[in-house]
Structures are given as C-alpha cells and as structure tokens.
C-alpha cells in the first residue's frame, strides 16, 4: 500500500470517529430530558431520512445545482479578479475596495435585494454563492501571484519570454498553491450562500425544507435536511481536495 493512500484512510479513519462521538454526544443530550420538539434523537431523524427520501432527494439535489453553478461562476469570478489586478496595479487600486466593499456588507443585507432583482428561482441563489464564494478565491489567488520570488521572474526576462508565458510557466505554477487554499475555502462556504438565498424566497432546497419543517415544529425533519447539508459539503470539500491533491501534488501542503 502507498503512503497517499495510507494517509486517506488515517483522514477516513479519524473522520469517522469524530462523528461517532459526536453522535454519541447527540445520543447522550437526547437521553437527558430535553423534548423532542427541541431535540430529536438520532433515531428519530433517522426515520425522518428514510420517511421523506423522496422529498429529501428533490430538493437536495436543487440545492446541490445552486451550490455547484455558484462554485463554478465563483472561481472563474475570482480568478479572472485576480488577474486583471496582478498585470494592471492601476486596476488593482479600483477593484480591491470594490471587492472589500462586497465582504463588508453582510450577506443577509443582500439576499432580499438578490431576490427582488434575479426572482424566486435559482438564479437569486446561485448569486448569493458566488458572493460569498469569490472573495475567498480573489484574496488567495490574487497573493499567490503577486509573492511569487523575482528571480524566477528575472530568469524568465533575461531568456526573453513573453508576459504570457511568463504568468503560464512562473507565476500561475507558484500561485497555484495558494489558490488551491482559496479553492477549499470556497468549497467550505459554498452552501452558505445557497441556503440564505432559500430561506429569503424559495420554493425548492433544503433550505426551504427547513424553514417549512421549522413553521410546522418538524424536527426531525430540520434535522435530517441539515444533515444532507453538512454530507454534501463534506463530501464537496473532499472532492475539491482529492482533485488539488492530484493536480498539485508537488505543493508542500499535499505532502
């Protein structure tokens, strides 16, 4: 067995037991006499899942769309950002406060607006994850390209390459690191902007289920939605990872 893969299982290993003890945990407060209206036990939720897997699975997978549209508009957003700032410092100037400005104001703010402009179908949400997802990927790309060492930049000058190869041989291969970082990070957040988008104005997602299940006091059902949630951002924050790991295996952190 390689060591890569002796590493994954260690993750899958350590994974696992850090969800069995939080479910122990779970277990444990459920048992201590808190009502079920409040806290349902694992059990309970359990059945939740099984009950509604229909309805679960349609609207888990309109939140998966948004959350995935939203990712890939992010980090093409972003990216682009940050390369417009690093070859034009004049640029850089107008955009960073622009892009500063995006972060200052809380997203909740937006989300209504975002609903009112783009309307109650997907459109609204997957807005409201790119927001939430492009400045993660702006500020690490956009620092992975401009700390990259100048004598690579000098060797590349004195051997005459042109600005493009220059950015496609130097700095986007020493900057790739550092986006892989923004890269997980957005893939960490991407369901936040997607569900505050559905509990705004929807009629579909997981987001929507909750706040349905929470008017009508269904728990268990709030419970069983969120933990699709938290599943799916797992395993797309793995999927990112997995992809990184293969991509830029030579990058220190992927060691």
């Known amino acids: 067995?390689?060591?890569?893969?002796e590493r994954g299982l260690t993750r899958l290993r350590r994974g696992l037991t850090v969800f069995a003890g939080l479910l122990l945990l779970w277990w444990l407060a459920a048992?201590?006499?808190i009502p079920a209206f409040l806290l349902p036990t694992p059990g309970a939720v359990a059945q939740a899942l099984w009950d509604g897997r229909g309805y679960l699975a349609w609207h888990t997978l309109a939140t998966a769309s948004e959350i995935v549209s939203g990712l890939a508009l992010g980090v093409l957003l972003g990216a682009a950002l940050a390369l417009c700032m690093i070859f034009s410092p004049r640029l850089q100037r107008w955009l960073m406060p622009l892009v500063l400005t995006s972060q200052a104001i809380p997203v909740?703010?937006?989300?209504?607006l975002l609903v009112l402009w783009f309307g109650f179908g997907m459109s609204a949400k997957v807005a409201m994850a790119v927001l939430v997802i492009?400045?993660?990927v702006v500020s690490a790309f956009f620092d992975g390209l401009r700390r990259i060492n100048n004598d690579y930049l000098d060797l590349a000058r004195t051997m005459r390459a042109s600005r493009w190869a220059q950015l496609r041989h130097v700095r986007l291969m020493a900057?790739?690191?550092?986006?892989?970082s923004g890269l997980r990070m957005a893939a960490a957040v991407a369901p936040i902007g997607a569900i505050i988008g559905e509990w705004v104005g929807s009629a579909e997602g997981l987001g929507y289920v909750m706040l349905n299940a929470n008017a009508r006091m269904q728990t268990d059902v709030c419970f069983a939605a969120l933990f699709i949630l938290v599943l799916m951002t797992v395993l797309l924050w793995a999927a990112v990872d997995a992809l990184l790991r293969r991509l830029?295996?030579?990058a220190p952190e992927n060691d």
């Open 108 to 112: 909740f703010a937006l989300a209504p």
């Open 31 to 33: 048992q201590s006499g």
């Open 134 to 136: 492009f400045f993660p």
């Open 1 to 5: 067995m390689n060591i890569p893969k």
């Open 175 to 180: 900057a790739l690191p550092a986006f892989g």
């Open 248 to 250: 830029i295996a030579w």
